[in-house]
């Protein structure tokens, strides 16, 4: 049934708190492959003022974070030896829900799993919810998972 899934975390432990199921799913579903993924939004810059970055600048900084959110996810990765089973990391820049939207349709996921924080009304309306744009949006099934702490708020 799932034999590929994506799992996106944004290098918080409350994003992690999914990684046990991940693991359940492994072992139940004989998944092929896990996609660990990680979407990291490029840095705006002002180019007036004197202490303005220049463009070189920010693409520095914006490879270093990229590559510093590659190094999280191979450290995730490890986690993951379960035979028969392949961990891919991928780093995205740009729009977090759009990159793991086009990600799970070019690359026919079967299930795309995330924690979520339990937020709702104005804290949701004015944080935003990845995972709510995600449900709404993506095209192949969304498991979330409540963190373990998250917060009631009815």
């Known amino acids: 049934m799932y034999k590929k899934i994506m799992v996106p975390l944004d290098g918080s432990e409350l994003a992690e708190s999914v990684l046990p199921h991940v693991e359940a799913l492994i072992k139940a579903f004989n998944i092929k492959v896990v996609i660990l993924a990680r979407v990291v939004e490029p840095t705006r810059y002002s180019r007036s003022g004197e202490d303005a970055f220049?463009?070189?600048?920010?693409?520095?900084?914006?490879?270093?974070?990229?590559?510093?959110?590659?190094?999280?996810?191979?450290?995730?990765?490890?986690?993951?030896?379960?035979?028969?089973?392949?961990?891919?990391?991928?780093?995205?820049?740009?729009?977090?829900?759009?990159?793991?939207?086009?990600?799970a349709e070019q690359n026919i996921i079967d299930l795309i799993i995330m924690?979520?924080?339990?937020?709702?009304?104005?804290?949701?309306?004015?944080?935003?919810?990845?995972?709510?744009?995600?449900?709404?949006?993506?095209?192949?099934?969304?498991?979330m998972i409540r963190a373990h702490g998250a917060k009631s708020e009815i």
């Open 54 to 103: 220049n463009a070189e600048d920010m693409e520095k900084w914006d490879a270093s974070r990229k590559s510093s959110a590659r190094d999280y996810l191979e450290k995730i990765a490890k986690r993951f030896k379960h035979e028969g089973t392949t961990v891919h990391c991928e780093v995205f820049v740009g729009k977090v829900t759009e990159n793991l939207i086009d990600y």
């Open 115 to 143: 924690a979520t924080h339990g937020r709702s009304g104005v804290s949701r309306w004015v944080l935003g919810s990845v995972a709510d744009k995600l449900l709404r949006s993506a095209s192949v099934p969304v498991l």
